[in-house]
């Protein structure tokens, strides 16, 4: 059974950073494109960024630009958000989601992707 976890969220000031990862049993990431997505109260999901099976062009959304690196880490297995220079509005429910298949135009809506993570809080405040 394929299963997909988020890890590293947490509590952290306005200016810090986080590291999310996003882990696999029962498949090789590496194949695989993954997004991560965010939820705030109140807000529709939220593609944050994106990164293709086979692809050297990651997807940001503008307000993360700068700010944010996705990244593999194959033998780990798993795929990295780097989260730095945090804002309050970065705050919410971040979710993995995994599609085998490879399509750029599709990376940033949640309905391409067939397996989600349940999600872990990343809260910024002070």
């Known amino acids: 059974q394929v299963q997909f976890v988020e890890s590293g969220g947490g509590l952290v000031q306005p200016g810090g950073s986080l590291t999310l990862s996003c882990t696999s049993s029962?498949?090789?990431?590496?194949?695989?494109?993954v997004g991560w997505f965010r939820q705030a109260p109140g807000k529709e999901r939220e593609g944050v960024s994106c990164?293709?099976?086979?692809?050297?062009?990651?997807y940001y959304t503008d307000s993360v630009k700068g700010r944010f690196t996705i990244s593999r880490d194959n033998d780990l297995n798993a795929v990295v958000l780097q989260m730095n220079s945090l804002k309050v509005e970065d705050t919410g429910v971040y979710y993995c989601?995994?599609?085998?298949?490879?399509?750029?135009?599709?990376?940033?809506?949640?309905?391409?992707?067939?397996?989600w993570g349940p999600g872990i809080q990343v809260t910024v405040s002070s």
């Open positions: 989601a995994t599609v085998d298949a490879s399509d750029q135009t599709m990376c940033a809506v949640p309905g391409w992707y067939d397996y």
């Open positions: 029962g498949s090789t990431l590496a194949y695989w494109s």
């Open positions: 990164i293709g099976a086979g692809s050297n062009s990651p």
